[in-house]
């Protein structure tokens, strides 16, 4: 364990950097299983750039999604290690959540210590019920545009794209758009040959790249 609370590698030569993907009841099946794909492939495949993905719920119990896939956290919040990137998924499962403000204030936390936040779908309407997005360019699925615009109307609410990269806070589309989107952190995080490897490999063919630049 590094001075910072980051895992080190089995050879000690530096942080394993952490992605955690937050689960809870309802969550969309592929705002939270597509980008996982696509990390764990590259993760699995390429060790080397010392990252790893893992799944938390609030109390590391297996979380029922939105259509009725089961799915086993690995960790609860509390065994959560220091987050580089956290991941909040949309689904059903955010609309109640909007207006639990003990919840809100964790997110408002994750902020704080967290250096890249990202949303897919209606994850960013929680984003913006904790006041993330204040100020900020953001997208969520085409049909709660907009409900984001309502719950901050200083949100610069993007129709039509697929993510928003706004440095430190990323929002994507609905549904497979988080697999667009996570792709791009792929590129972000370390270049765009490693993401034209992850997407060969798992033979995805968005067009144009979205990757790319």
């Not at 530096?14 to 597509?34: K, M, S, W």
């Not at 049909?143 to 609410?157: H, N, Q």
Request: hydrophobic share 40%; charged share 25%; proline share 7%.
């Amino acid at each position: 364990m590094s001075s910072d609370g980051r895992a080190t590698d089995d050879s000690g030569t530096g942080p394993i950097r952490t992605i955690g993907i937050f689960l809870f009841p309802a969550v969309e099946e592929l705002d939270a299983i597509g980008p996982y794909e696509v990390l764990a492939y590259w993760t699995y495949h390429y060790p080397d750039d010392n990252w790893r993905v893992l799944t938390f719920s609030a109390d590391g119990a297996p979380v029922t999604c939105a259509k009725g896939l089961t799915v086993q956290a690995h960790r609860s919040e509390a065994e959560l290690p220091d987050l580089d990137v956290l991941i909040y998924p949309g689904g059903r499962g955010t609309r109640p959540v909007l207006t639990d403000q003990a919840h809100l204030d964790w997110v408002a936390r994750q902020r704080e210590r967290v250096p890249l936040m990202v949303s897919v779908c209606t994850g960013a309407l929680v984003y913006a019920a904790a006041g993330l997005l204040a100020g900020r360019p953001a997208t969520t699925h085409w049909a709660s545009l907009d409900r984001l615009g309502e719950l901050d109307p200083t949100i610069d609410v993007r129709a039509g794209e697929r993510f928003v990269d706004d440095g430190d806070l990323v929002t994507s589309a609905g549904i497979s758009a988080g697999i667009d989107m996570t792709l791009h952190l792929v590129g972000r995080l370390v270049s765009p040959e490693r993401a034209e490897a992850v997407r060969k490999g798992l033979e995805y063919e968005p067009q144009p790249p979205v990757f790319a630049g």
